[in-house]
């Protein structure tokens, strides 16, 4: 038996990958999204180690090019659905009981076949299905999976060695449970790397789980849950259930045994599940652990002090990445008026140099939005801000879904700081910005801070310390993640744990120890190593003085 004590030390985070012309990461990238491009994946449920097909099929198709099926895959009916919650419950007993060690070497194993062997298949399934370029393809579904894998073996390693005092004559310890019963995951379409990490912390600390996740990020999922399996993940320890949220949500919301869920997605599909959840709550073994990451109307703050080129390049990066499909992409901007005509010159020269099209031409900078709905909802805020008097779209302002969902990237400039695109998440390629007076910096930081219903990103540019002292008390609770002079989105794991409060949800703030300590239920054993022989204390023995 190996009773060594294992120690894992504090990872680097993953390089990047340039992906430049005649590189060889480029050539091996072109050739997966060839391969991946040529042939329809057939995709199943994987309850219990089996795959099984239902027969009730759906499609996944390229946000660029929507005629063009990726997948068809199978969906979860009742049967599969409790087949699922059964696999987990019967996993659990085993899996629980393996060294934590054994757990945390799967998890780090998966994280070397994601960098070694599997990256240009993660990267391609994750920019023909999601619609990311190579390079945000690169920091999400490589460099951002693999550093939770990494360091979440770190902090589980961490987390363990904290162990009470232990006074002469007694013996105290934490045992690490984990929960009892199953972990519901809901995971979201725009990061690989969630859809990883809301399984895989969870697993690590000694959880099976049901994983419902996002139907138009299957590509991605589906070759994850194949690489968790390749490394040495135990039947039935995370099942994999695509099909209708609202019936696998019914079932697994209602079940005796849910003891946890971790979600990535909406607000309001989050608040759905916490009143799902609290509906059944006299039916539950125990308390669920709930914890949500949800929405965001996320702010660039800038003050008279700050440099306007810094400025703009975190508007159009912060803004447009990815379509602004990131909880994190900035969505409001408040600039002040000295400032705000070199700071829309400049915006404006960047955005013209912008090209929106196929993840496959590695020369845009954007790309599609993930579906119609979002192309419909998008478009829907542009034409309501088109017709406004207390709006002008100034940049931008079209799209086009004939053949892919393309949006151009779009500022809309307001007059009214609580105008409607200031205040509700969006979740596109769309910046609305609203210029302050210069004198009013500190009530525009009230405005700010009391505009939107969320809390999750939000950053200040400034060259004045004092003012920047001043906008990080003033919107304390205005962003769980705050960034002095820099775009708010790109938080790395082990560097900025990220997560916020508000309507943008629980704030465990994955990529730390917070998160996983949500998943583990800590039992205190205290040994007496010579147990007392006499129920009486001193205090009692009679006072022979008097």
């Excluded at 199978?74 to 419950?89: Q, S, T, W």
């Excluded at 002469?168 to 199953?182: K, Q, S, T, V």
């Excluded at 939000?458 to 060259?463: D, P």
């Amino acid at each position: 038996m190996n009773n060594a004590v294992i120690n894992f030390e504090r990872p680097v985070n993953e390089r990047t990958r340039n992906y430049v012309p005649g590189s060889r990461e480029r050539k091996a990238l072109t050739t997966e999204l060839d391969r991946l491009s040529a042939e329809i994946q057939d995709i199943p449920l994987i309850i219990g180690g089996k795959e099984i097909r239902t027969g009730k099929t759906g499609t996944v198709v390229m946000p660029h090019n929507h005629q063009h099926v990726l997948a068809k895959y199978h969906m979860a009916g009742e049967a599969e659905i409790k087949m699922a919650i059964d696999a987990a419950l019967k996993a659990h007993k085993e899996w629980a009981a393996i060294p934590w060690v054994e757990r945390v070497s799967v998890s780090l194993r998966a994280a070397e076949l994601l960098s070694l062997t599997y990256r240009p298949l993660i990267n391609a399934s994750t920019m023909l299905g999601q619609g990311k370029n190579a390079y945000q393809a690169e920091i999400d579904a490589a460099c951002e999976t693999i550093d939770f894998l990494r360091f979440n073996a770190y902090f589980t390693s961490e987390i363990y060695k904290d162990q009470p005092h232990s006074s002469p004559g007694i013996i105290n310890r934490f045992e690490y449970r984990p929960l009892e019963g199953f972990v519901f995951t809901v995971t979201p379409f725009n990061f690989t790397a969630l859809a990883s990490n809301l399984n895989m912390a969870p697993v690590v600390m000694g959880n099976t789980v049901v994983w419902k996740p996002a139907t138009t990020s299957l590509l991605s999922s589906y070759y994850l849950m194949k690489v968790f399996r390749e490394a040495g993940l135990p039947d039935g320890v995370i099942n994999f259930i695509p099909g209708p949220g609202s019936l696998i949500g019914k079932q697994a919301l209602s079940h005796r045994d849910l003891t946890g869920i971790h979600f990535t997605g909406s607000t309001s599909t989050f608040n759905n599940i916490w009143q799902q959840a609290s509906a059944n709550i006299g039916n539950f073994k125990s308390y669920p652990r709930i914890v949500g990451e949800t929405g965001g109307k996320d702010f660039i703050f800038v003050h008279p002090s700050a440099d306007t080129q810094e400025v703009a390049v975190a508007m159009v990066r912060g803004a447009y990445e990815y379509q602004g499909q990131k909880c994190s992409a900035a969505s409001r901007a408040y600039i002040p008026a000295s400032l705000w005509p070199d700071i829309n010159e400049k915006i404006g020269e960047m955005l013209s140099q912008i090209t929106v099209g196929s993840v496959t031409e590695f020369s845009h900078f954007m790309n599609a939005v993930i579906d119609e709905k979002a192309f419909d909802s998008i478009m829907g805020y542009i034409k309501y801000a088109k017709k406004s008097h207390h709006a002008k779209v100034i940049f931008g302002g079209t799209g086009d879904k004939s053949v892919g969902y393309f949006i151009q990237p779009t500022v809309i400039l307001t007059t009214d700081p609580h105008f409607k695109t200031m205040e509700e998440e969006i979740f596109g390629p769309v910046l609305t910005v609203f210029v302050y007076n210069d004198k009013e910096f500190e009530k525009t930081l009230q405005i700010c801070d009391q505009t939107s219903p969320y809390a999750l990103t939000g950053s200040i540019f400034s060259r004045d310390r004092r003012a920047m002292n001043q906008a990080c008390g003033a919107l304390r609770y205005a962003a769980g993640n705050f960034y002095f002079n820099d775009k708010p989105s790109g938080a790395v794991v082990g560097q900025q744990p990220f997560g916020g409060a508000r309507a943008s949800g629980t704030n465990d703030k994955s990529g730390s120890y917070l998160n996983l300590l949500r998943w583990t239920n800590p039992r205190t054993i205290k040994e007496t190593l010579i147990p007392a022989t006499e129920f009486t204390y001193p205090f009692m023995k009679e006072d022979k003085c008097h």
